[in-house]
């Protein structure tokens, strides 16, 4: 007896084996194979899992041959390429009219291969909806082929998720590919430096994601970009895509690469204010200047509370006082809370000599890696009513540059008022209990309670205690709880005179817990502990520090 699914797609019960009566019903079949039709963690090749199904039965052959849906959702060119040319035709047919979902990698493929993929692309983008691709080895031969592509109409694209990075190119003009000359999407810089731009040929009324690093949106107004919801795009200096963002009202998240710098360009006075409510994630990254990111800032105008990241990696030149000061005061805008009803729950910051870190969860992310990046950048944390100083829980480590920025770092611990537990290093620690010396005016980190040391280091005890006691008898603000690692050949009996503070130790792989004045202060002697445990690995260990100690004595003799 025949029954036709919710698909319009007709099943005769009666072709079926007695095994696979048992799920006759159409609908329920249908559910099935659209679950085998599906990419996941666990069905990586479903192309090949429907292929199986279909020979199962004549009855499920039937329905899984007649549903172009199907076939047109695992259009996988990793499994494709793999296949004879009839298999993959037959594929093709089989999907029908349907609307594509096209995925791979397209990593190390044939010339034969490429030409397939060139070939699939082109006479089905009218009717791809779903693109997650990579396409560098490919435009390496074909970008004429490519730019023709990005330039045409697409009325079912939905999703667009493409790695291209060869799209961009840096051959000296000697060298460049005739076809890449002759695009006119391209977009010519210094160094022989070009990349394309993308328009779809002003038409791609469903488009809600779109996600390509290496390409530039068109430089004149598009409206196939109204429905957008994520964008990831190249940009040169901020003013194309400042004019396209105008015409996005939907967008949510925004992630920006900075490919080029080009000269003249208004790095700190934006012409016009772009107004976007529902924009709640901003993330700016650029492998060349700083600048051209700030330009996009100043003139964007996200929900309130949005998260912002903005990532600098190997700056053209150092960053001045004056240029740090200027990133200082546009970032405050997005940083103060001025209403006091942002809490952070944590803070991170990592301050080297070229790395300037400050990161809270879900709200920003500032990460800066160049030279001599620190001392300029340092009065970001100076901001007036930040919303990270409300943060509670601390992971700090810095790196002492110079005596200039002592005192900034000094006002800085002092104004994280509700901060109770740091997590840090022991060099980390060592500077914050100088700045405490140094500026005894200033209660730094007034309300800590918990200290964790990462990887403690021979011969702070001393220093530990004297933090200790600074806090206990300066502030009157005892620490209530420690927690250290790596305390192998350490002597931490000294702690004993810190009534009730809770030691949490981590000696190899055995944890030691103690209320310091207790009475047992030979517990915090992870020397003799080291020499009575059975644990090899811990024994080894001494040795090493013992041997470590024995070549240093003789170097000194």
């Not at 899984?64 to 298999?87: F, G, H, K, Y």
């Not at 490429?114 to 693109?131: H, T």
């Not at 870190?357 to 879900?362: I, K, R, V, W």
């Amino acid at each position: 007896m025949a029954q036709t699914c919710h698909s319009g797609l007709t099943i005769d019960a009666t072709l079926m084996p007695a095994s696979s009566k048992q799920i006759a019903n159409p609908d329920v079949l249908w559910e099935i194979f659209s679950l085998l039709a599906s990419f996941d963690q666990y069905n990586s090749q479903p192309l090949k899992t429907l292929r199986i199904a279909s020979h199962v039965c004549t009855s499920w052959r039937q329905l899984i041959l007649s549903s172009p849906l199907l076939w047109a959702r695992i259009i996988n060119v990793d499994e494709l390429i793999q296949m004879t040319d009839d298999w993959r035709t037959e594929v093709i047919r089989r999907t029908g009219d349907a609307v594509l979902s096209i995925r791979g990698t397209g990593y190390r493929v044939s010339a034969k291969s490429e030409r397939f993929i060139v070939f699939l692309l082109r006479d089905n983008w009218y009717r791809i909806k779903y693109i997650q691709i990579f396409l560098s080895s490919l435009s390496l031969h074909r970008p004429s082929v490519f730019s023709q592509i990005l330039q045409t109409p697409a009325p079912n694209l939905e999703y667009f998720a493409v790695e291209c990075g060869s799209l961009e190119t840096g051959f000296p003009n000697n060298r460049r590919n005739q076809e890449v000359e002759g695009s006119e999407d391209l977009v010519v810089g210094g160094d022989s430096w070009t990349c394309h731009s993308v328009s779809f040929g002003g038409q791609a009324p469903k488009l809600k994601h779109f996600s390509c690093a290496d390409l530039l949106l068109p430089p004149a107004e598009q409206f196939c970009f109204l429905q957008v919801v994520h964008l990831e795009c190249g940009e040169t200096n901020g003013e194309v895509l400042l004019n396209a963002l105008a015409f996005m009202p939907k967008i949510e998240t925004l992630h920006v690469h900075i490919i080029e710098d080009l000269p003249n360009i208004p790095i700190f006075s934006p012409t016009n204010i772009v107004f976007l409510p529902h924009l709640h994630h901003v993330r700016i990254t650029t492998d060349t200047v700083w600048q051209v990111g700030l330009t996009i800032l100043i003139s964007l105008r996200p929900c309130p509370g949005f998260q912002l990241e903005f990532d600098v990696r190997e700056g053209q030149g150092d960053i001045t006082i004056a240029g740090g000061d200027v990133i200082k005061d546009v970032l405050s805008r997005f940083l103060t809370d001025t209403s006091g009803e942002l809490k952070e729950n944590t803070l991170e910051v990592k301050l080297y000599g070229d790395v300037f870190y400050m990161f809270t969860p879900d709200k920003f992310r500032l990460d800066f890696y160049c030279w001599n990046c620190v001392a300029p950048l340092i009065r970001i944390l100076s901001i007036p009513q930040a919303a990270f100083l409300q943060a509670t829980e601390l992971n700090i480590d810095i790196i002492r540059e110079n005596q200039e920025t002592d005192e900034i770092i000094a006002n800085f611990f002092s104004s994280l008022a509700v901060a109770h537990s740091l997590c840090t290093n022991s060099e980390t620690l060592a500077y914050i209990h100088e700045l405490s010396l140094g500026y005894p005016d200033k209660h730094l980190l007034p309300a800590l309670k918990h200290l964790e040391l990462r990887g403690y280091e021979m011969g702070l005890a001393n220093m530990i205690e004297e933090f200790l006691g600074y806090r206990r008898d300066a502030y009157g603000t005892p620490i209530q709880s420690i927690t250290a690692s790596g305390l192998w050949g350490a002597n931490l009996c000294n702690l004993e005179r810190f009534d009730g503070i809770l030691f949490r130790g981590y000696f190899g792989d055995t944890e030691v817990c103690y209320v310091c004045g207790s009475g047992s202060p030979e517990t915090l002697d992870f020397t003799a502990t080291a020499a009575q445990t059975e644990d090899p690995a811990i024994r080894r260990m001494e040795i090493d520090r013992l041997l470590t100690e024995l070549s240093g004595e003789e170097e000194e003799e």
